[in-house]
């Protein structure tokens, strides 16, 4: 598929999507966000890819929905289509680990883009906010409940009532970035990251991921079980064999499953 707003390369076994319409802050219009999906697609079946990182531009990751395709759209229309669920929540499904490598803005949709990722890594110049409350409106991707659940209720309540944005230091603080970078290293850190991630034994990391996605939507005591179970479900796999063996013998593993 040729694709009009965003790059996709497979770097190794990392797969890279760049958002890319500059001249709108890679504003998040419908073609986007279904090229994002198609590229997603692509990657989940390819067995060669183990990772995926998207980013945007040293400017913005993403500004948002496009506001621009939005302001005249209707009640109806936007409930008939189920707006912005629709397409967006790929980027949630998505089996394989996902990292987001966020540098300048990531407002609104863009802010919620990088949540439904598994990892958020920021360059020094990020600022992430949910200013749809300015619009009139309210975020419709999932900020008042991911934002909520990564940041706490006061942080959450306060940006989304007021539009404030939050720095890079402040997202760390707050836990909803995992590490900050100086901007001239975000992308090779966000690489190297997600190498190393496609490196592993690919039936581990993707247990790794819906366990620990889990975590968000049952009890303490479901989630230790369901953890347990998977952790049983490992000892199945020859990588688990490798994998220890290696660690007995004191060499690297050579995991099949990747
Ligand atoms: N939609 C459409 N176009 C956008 C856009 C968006 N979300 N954000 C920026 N652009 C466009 C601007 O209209 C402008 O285009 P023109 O040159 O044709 O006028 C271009 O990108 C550059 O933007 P600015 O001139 O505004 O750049 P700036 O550096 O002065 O400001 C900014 C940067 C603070 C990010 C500002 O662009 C801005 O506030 N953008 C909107 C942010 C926003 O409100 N996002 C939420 C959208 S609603 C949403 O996302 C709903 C949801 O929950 C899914």
């Known amino acids: 598929m040729g694709y009009q707003n965003i790059i996709v390369e497979k770097k190794g076994r990392v797969g890279l999507i760049t958002l890319n319409r500059p001249k709108a802050l890679n504003a998040l219009c419908d073609a986007l966000v279904q090229e994002l999906g198609q590229a997603l697609n692509d990657f989940e079946g390819d067995a060669h890819i183990g990772a995926i990182v998207i980013t945007g531009s040293e400017k913005a990751f993403a500004a948002g929905a496009d506001i621009k395709e939005m302001k005249d759209r209707s009640f109806v229309d936007v409930y008939l289509s189920d707006f912005i669920t629709k397409g967006w929540e ?5 089996r394989k680990p996902v990292i987001a490598a966020v540098a300048g803005y990531a407002l609104g949709g863009g802010c919620e883009l990088a949540m439904m990722c598994d990892v958020i890594l920021a360059a020094d110049t990020a600022r992430f906010g949910q200013p749809e409350i300015t619009l009139g409106v309210l975020p419709g991707a999932g900020g008042t409940q991911r934002l909520t659940r990564l940041v706490g209720k006061a942080k959450a309540m306060e940006m989304c009532l007021s539009g404030r944005m939050m720095d890079a230091a402040e997202a760390e603080r707050s836990g909803l970035v995992s590490r900050v970078l100086p901007a001239e290293q975000l992308m090779d850190e966000a690489m190297k990251l997600a190498d ?3 490196s592993m034994s690919a039936p581990a990391v993707l247990m790794v991921k819906e366990s620990v996605n889990r975590a968000y939507e049952t009890t303490l005591a479901e989630g230790l079980h369901f953890e347990r179970r998977l952790f049983h479900a490992a ?5 688990q064999k490798e994998g220890m063996a290696a660690f007995v013998e004191k060499r690297q593993p050579d995991f099949k499953d990747r």
């Open 90 to 94: 790929r980027v949630a499904q998505c």
């Open 196 to 198: 190393r991630i496609a």
């Open 235 to 239: 000892f199945a796999t020859e990588d």
